[in-house]
């Protein structure tokens, strides 16, 4: 018997909640409204930055480090966990699944917002070339920047989203087998510094776990921090842009392959379901991305700054708003599905997830509850950036496309969230 496909959403809709979809949107988008009107007036000057915060006790700046081996170990052993499953038969029974999109997908988001950018330590991949590769390898080019992660990130994406029988071990097994070729053969290549920006998930992680209330400053310092200040840490460069885009695309276009319109668009078209998955996933990965290039390049006219340099500054304020999205779609899932994996993983196939803290109701408002709190946060991140890059005459008429930008963000992902 084929595994049982994992589930998309969890549960709650649209019906579960006291207002329509119009009347979330038009709450969420005037409560941007107002908060850009409060910053305008109570943030006049910059106060986010990377390299602010409070040393840790020195028996933890001592601690840390020690964790390194013992994570790398940890790493190693849940890949090794995960290849037994793919010699066990190919059932329901069989977490494999779980593990990759449960687990790990779902899971490395909330742990990179506790921990920090913890899979740069467990990643296996990174430790078997840290082993064979210790000379540092070649430079790498300085053009590819996030470019790598960002066609990993979509590969994973449509692994998700679109592939037939993409909980099946042939399949599964197949997609790994290829990104983990990829990632050991560029290591070999430019040694473990690939993994920095070239790795899908390293990436992932190090951006959500600037999040973390614990961090690094740019001189190495460990420090107790306001998140806000750890995510103002990432430059622009090449990709960037397009990872932000594939992250809250995808999430997007999870929303959308629920929605009731588009289940019946799919069964109407008359193409494959892969096809038409396929196309639907790039359409609104790059609607996600034009419209953050329209806007920002126009805040950047405004601004009365370069409007090339502008994209690249503001994608850090996309990370809190893709975070959202991701919580507000998985969390039912995590914790159900979670249970589920675990238990198989054990052996225990009849087990039955707790479901006491999840509720149609509960997780409704969780969603609207983090996306708007996801849009509030980017919005004071994109305010604080302007402040650095436009002229003090212009900071607000050139956050103007910035506002709108979010405004429409928060409409598009609660209509599609709630509308099926």
């Known amino acids: 018997m084929a595994p049982v496909e994992v589930l998309a959403h969890g549960v709650g809709g649209r019906q579960d909640l006291p207002l329509t979809p119009a009347q ?3 709450g969420a988008g005037l ?3 107002v908060s850009f009107l409060v910053l305008g007036v109570a943030w006049r000057e910059p106060r986010l930055d990377p390299g602010a915060g409070r040393p840790v006790p020195a028996w933890l700046a001592r601690l840390i480090p020690l964790l390194d081996w013992p994570l790398r170990v940890a790493g190693l052993v849940l890949a090794v966990v995960l290849l037994v499953q793919f010699t066990h038969p190919d059932t329901a029974d069989n977490p494999a699944a779980g593990l990759v999109f449960v687990l790990f997908w779902v899971g490395l988001v909330p742990l990179s917002l506790l921990c920090g950018p913890i899979w740069r330590r467990m990643n296996p991949l990174r430790t078997i070339v840290g082993f064979i590769r210790r000379d540092g390898g070649r430079p790498v080019p300085e053009g590819l920047g996030y470019w790598p992660a960002a066609a990993g990130l ?3 994406a449509w692994l998700e989203l679109v ?7 042939p399949v599964l097994g197949a997609w790994l087998a290829v990104y983990a070729a990829a990632m050991l053969a560029a290591g070999l290549v430019y040694g473990t510094a690939w993994f920095d920006r ?6 992932l992680s190090d951006l959500v776990g600037r999040l973390a209330p614990i961090g690094r400053r740019p001189d190495g310092t460990l420090v107790w921090r306001n998140p806000l200040d750890g995510i103002t840490g990432p430059r622009p460069a090449p990709g960037l842009v397009a990872v932000v885009a594939v992250l809250l695309g995808s999430t997007f276009y999870d929303a959308l392959s629920g929605a009731l319109f588009w289940l019946r668009f799919t069964q109407e078209d008359g193409l494959p379901a892969p096809v ?11 609607a996600v991305a034009a419209a953050y290039q329209v806007a920002t390049r126009a805040a950047g006219r405004r601004g009365r700054t370069s409007a090339e340099r502008t994209p690249g500054e503001l994608a850090h304020s996309i990370v809190p708003i893709a975070v959202g999205y ?7 899932l995590f914790i159900l599905e979670g249970q589920r994996t675990v238990a198989l993983l054990f052996g225990h196939g009849d087990f039955r997830p707790y479901s006491g803290i ?5 997780v409704a408002n969780l969603q609207v509850t983090v996306i708007v709190l996801g849009h509030l946060v980017g919005t004071v991140l994109a305010h604080d950036r302007a402040l650095r890059l436009f002229p003090r005459t212009r900071t607000l008429t050139g956050q103007v496309p910035l506002l709108a930008l979010m405004v429409a963000y928060t409409v598009a992902g609660l209509f599609l969230l709630f509308a099926g």
């Open 358 to 362: 999840i509720t149609p109701l509960g």
């Open 24 to 26: 979330l949107a038009i």
């Open 276 to 286: 038409t998955g396929t196309g639907g996933l790039l359409l609104v990965i790059a």
């Open 198 to 203: 070239g790795d899908a998930f390293e990436v």
């Open 326 to 332: 991701v919580v507000a779609h998985y969390w039912s």
């Open 154 to 156: 979509f590969a994973f």
């Open 163 to 169: 592939a037939p029988d993409r909980a099946t071990l």
């Open 31 to 33: 409560a941007l409204v």
